[in-house]
């Protein structure tokens, strides 16, 4: 009993709490430890469960400096999350008629334009942008964080010095930059501004009295500072608010909780169409060229879980957990549903290592097991592509583009590459098609990769490298065969170092994306074109292989996110990239 009274007293201030005992003793020693194995400032947390919210809490603290501990009020970003309030605002613009979402983007901006290498017929739709299957790039980084950032009609003029990075319906690439531009679609057909439609027509009905877009001077102080490496930052505004702005706190979140589990229903209020809901929950990327498995809606991300009995296993069935995750530097959140249960929760943290225990799917474990006697576990039933065969080894030697640079392959049964940091050696296994991995750290520290594998497939005429990650079900292409490599004489003189010039934004002195310091070396190696970007993210060095198309534009591979960069030679003579302007040193 002592120890249930000090585990109750560890956990901060709450409003909900209709769990039997072990149960929040179970909740609360668990995320109390992880925290502080993790070193998070702080957290919060809550559950809900037939129509009410069970158990919320907070841990740690959301000001330390002042002492302020967190609760199931503390307000945090919510990242990427948002894309989900985003989506069901475009969903109501199309129930009013105002929008239709299977309609292109350029009925609603007209201005909008985009370069294209694939003969496409059609700008994307929204649809597509909201399901990340418009071929639109991941990110301009330019303004993306900022202070004060730039209106999108400077992200619709810099678009038109980009490539799209495939055709609609082709691959998913994660977007930002299309969620930005839904933004703008909302604004625009609603006639009000984002964060005024979503206060109006979101926040306001669902209760969601503490939740907003910009810094609310009302309701500012009990949002939580965010840390990184342990200090106190100020994290900037995004540019895209449409993409990851929100602020909301778990209580708020919950409400939102009940509505997805009600079929889009809360208090006896419509605020979305079930049908449409429904759309948004289904998998919009299985028909994809080059679909990796995982089951993505729009803005929603959907996975098979088995459902069983704890006491005697009679009960196993398949069902599907919903949900979608959040994250910025200092900011990590997750929200998770199963509509079959009823149950669903949200995770929201204030620190750079907080993505380490926002999986809401185990805080839902933890409470089925002890109040319902229900277990979960992952279905390691995986999607596959249809499209996909095996490469031939004798296909595989060569030279691929990839997230990580050029990999090279002279010898198809070991391959090595490097990732950051990190050294990668594939071995291929002799009983089959697939590749075990080490990784090196500095090139000599061994970690343990689990959970992974790796293996040549071919689709189409294509040749890709991808890994298979066991524990979610779905893969990812991370390299692709590349079947030129000729740099013109024009490209070859604009090998150098560059800074970025122009329109740049301000950050925090703290903050450690700062793109008013980068700079971009242009590089051959094995005669081709690299691309490599420094500073605009203080903690990560990036490489990007481009192929160029004419003397005036070049371009990458586009299959993931990141990838898809494109440089063209704006009329000054300067270079456009990733929404600089560069020069040459």
Same mark, same amino acid.
């Given at each position: 009993?002592?120890?249930?009274?000090?585990?109750?007293l560890?956990?901060?201030?709450?409003?909900?709490?209709?769990?039997?005992?072990?149960?929040?003793?179970?909740?609360?020693?668990?995320?109390?430890?992880?925290?502080? $194995?993790?070193?998070?400032?702080?957290?919060?947390?809550?559950?809900?469960?037939?129509?009410?919210?069970?158990?919320?809490?907070?841990?740690?603290?959301?000001?330390?400096?002042?002492? /302020?501990?967190?609760?199931?009020?503390?307000?945090?970003?919510?990242?990427?999350i948002t894309?989900s309030?985003?989506? /069901?605002?475009?969903? @109501?613009?199309?129930?009013?008629?105002?929008?239709?979402?299977?309609?292109?983007?350029?009925?609603?901006?007209?201005?909008? #334009?985009?370069?294209?290498?694939?003969?496409?017929?059609?700008?994307?739709?929204?649809?597509?942008?909201m399901?990340?299957?418009?071929?639109?790039?991941?990110?301009?980084?330019?303004?993306?964080?900022?202070?004060?950032?730039?209106?999108?009609?400077?992200?619709?003029?810099?678009?038109?010095?980009?490539?799209r990075?495939?055709?609609?319906?082709?691959?998913?690439?994660?977007?930002?930059?299309?969620? #930005?531009?839904?933004?703008?679609?909302?604004?625009?057909?609603?006639?009000?501004?984002?964060?005024?439609?979503?206060?109006?027509?979101?926040?306001?009905?669902?209760?969601?009295?503490?939740?907003?877009?910009?810094f609310?001077?009302?309701?500012n102080?009990?949002?939580?500072?965010?840390?990184?490496?342990?200090?106190?930052?100020? *994290?900037?505004?995004?540019?895209?608010?449409?993409?990851?702005?929100?602020?909301?706190?778990?209580?708020?979140?919950?409400?939102?909780?009940?509505?997805?589990?009600?079929?889009?229903?809360?208090h006896?209020? @419509?605020?979305?169409?079930e049908?449409?809901?429904?759309?948004? *929950?289904?998998?919009?990327?299985?028909?994809?060229?080059?679909?990796?498995?995982?089951?993505?809606?729009?803005?929603?991300?959907?996975?098979?879980? /088995?459902?069983?009995?704890?006491?005697?296993?009679?009960?196993?069935?398949?069902?599907?957990?919903?949900?979608?995750?959040?994250?910025?530097?200092?900011?990590?959140?997750?929200?998770?549903?199963?509509?079959?249960?009823?149950?669903?929760?949200?995770?929201?943290?204030?620190?750079?290592?907080?993505?380490?225990?926002?999986?809401?799917?185990?805080?839902?474990?933890?409470?089925?097991?002890?109040?319902?006697?229900?277990?979960?576990?992952?279905?390691p039933?995986?999607?596959?592509?249809?499209?996909?065969?095996?490469?031939?080894?004798?296909?595989?030697?060569?030279?691929?583009?990839?997230?990580?640079?050029?990999?090279?392959?002279?010898n198809?049964?070991?391959?090595?590459?490097?990732?950051?940091?990190?050294?990668?050696?594939l071995?291929?296994?002799?009983?089959?098609?697939?590749?075990?991995?080490?990784?090196?750290?500095?090139g000599?520290?061994?970690?343990?990769?689990?959970? @992974?594998?790796?293996?040549?497939?071919? /689709?189409?005429?294509?040749?890709?490298?991808?890994?298979?990650?066991?524990?979610?079900?779905?893969?990812?292409?991370?390299?692709a065969?590349?079947?030129?490599n000729?740099?013109? *004489?024009?490209?070859?003189?604009?090998?150098?170092?560059?800074?970025a010039t122009?329109?740049?934004?301000?950050?925090? $002195?703290?903050?450690p994306?700062?793109?008013?310091?980068?700079?971009?070396?242009i590089?051959?190696?094995?005669?081709?074109l690299?691309?490599?970007?420094? #500073?605009?993210n !203080?903690?990560? @060095?990036?490489?990007?292989?481009?192929?160029?198309?004419?003397?005036?534009?070049?371009?990458?591979?586009?299959?993931g !996110?990141?990838?898809?960069?494109?440089?063209t030679?704006?009329?000054?003579?300067?270079?456009f990239?990733?929404?600089?302007?560069?020069?040459?040193?």
């Amino acid at each position: 009993m002592l120890i249930f009274l000090l585990l109750s007293l560890s956990a901060v201030s709450q409003s909900s709490n209709s769990v039997n005992p072990n149960t929040k003793a179970k909740i609360d020693s668990t995320y109390e430890a992880l925290i502080k $194995k993790y070193k998070i400032t702080g957290a919060s947390i809550a559950v809900v469960d037939s129509g009410r919210i069970v158990y919320s809490a907070g841990y740690g603290f959301a000001d330390r400096d002042n002492n /302020i501990k967190a609760d199931d009020k503390t307000v945090y970003r919510i990242g990427s999350i948002t894309k989900s309030f985003t989506m /069901i605002s475009v969903m @109501q613009l199309h129930t009013s008629g105002k929008l239709n979402y299977l309609a292109q983007i350029s009925d609603y901006i007209t201005e909008f #334009g985009i370069k294209d290498r694939f003969n496409s017929t059609e700008m994307p739709k929204i649809a597509d942008m909201m399901s990340h299957t418009s071929g639109l790039p991941s990110d301009l980084w330019n303004g993306f964080f900022a202070n004060i950032p730039p209106e999108q009609e400077l992200t619709i003029q810099q678009l038109k010095n980009v490539y799209r990075i495939a055709p609609a319906g082709y691959a998913t690439a994660y977007s930002n930059v299309g969620y #930005g531009l839904l933004g703008e679609v909302i604004e625009r057909t609603s006639g009000n501004t984002y964060e005024h439609y979503l206060t109006e027509n979101i926040f306001k009905p669902l209760e969601m009295t503490s939740s907003y877009v910009n810094f609310d001077s009302l309701k500012n102080h009990t949002f939580s500072a965010g840390y990184i490496k342990g200090k106190a930052v100020s *994290e900037p505004k995004i540019r895209d608010a449409a993409a990851g702005l929100i602020h909301s706190n778990s209580t708020d979140m919950a409400h939102y909780l009940l509505m997805l589990l009600n079929n889009g229903s809360y208090h006896g209020k @419509q605020i979305v169409s079930e049908k449409l809901l429904s759309e948004a *929950e289904k998998n919009q990327l299985e028909n994809l060229q080059l679909y990796n498995g995982m089951e993505y809606g729009y803005a929603l991300m959907s996975n098979n879980i /088995i459902v069983g009995n704890a006491d005697t296993s009679l009960r196993a069935d398949t069902q599907k957990y919903i949900g979608h995750g959040g994250d910025t530097f200092a900011f990590h959140a997750d929200f998770g549903y199963i509509p079959e249960l009823g149950v669903g929760a949200v995770i929201l943290t204030n620190t750079d290592n907080g993505a380490l225990i926002t999986k809401c799917a185990d805080l839902l474990a933890i409470y089925l097991k002890s109040e319902k006697q229900l277990t979960l576990r992952a279905d390691p039933t995986s999607n596959f592509n249809k499209n996909e065969i095996p490469c031939p080894t004798a296909e595989i030697s060569g030279n691929y583009e990839s997230q990580f640079g050029l990999i090279s392959v002279k010898n198809p049964e070991t391959v090595k590459f490097k990732q950051s940091i990190a050294k990668i050696v594939l071995k291929k296994n002799p009983l089959n098609d697939v590749y075990d991995a080490k990784v090196y750290i500095f090139g000599f520290i061994p970690i343990k990769i689990r959970n @992974q594998q790796f293996s040549f497939v071919k /689709i189409g005429d294509e040749i890709f490298l991808k890994v298979k990650l066991l524990n979610l079900g779905f893969s990812e292409y991370i390299a692709a065969k590349s079947t030129t490599n000729i740099v013109s *004489e024009a490209w070859q003189k604009r090998v150098g170092t560059y800074h970025a010039t122009g329109m740049l934004f301000d950050v925090p $002195k703290d903050f450690p994306f700062d793109t008013k310091s980068l700079k971009v070396k242009i590089s051959m190696k094995d005669n081709f074109l690299i691309v490599r970007f420094r #500073g605009i993210n !203080r903690n990560l @060095q990036t490489d990007v292989v481009l192929t160029p198309l004419d003397d005036q534009n070049a371009v990458s591979k586009g299959f993931g !996110r990141n990838t898809g960069t494109s440089i063209t030679v704006l009329p000054n003579g300067n270079l456009f990239i990733g929404g600089f302007e560069i020069v040459k040193k």
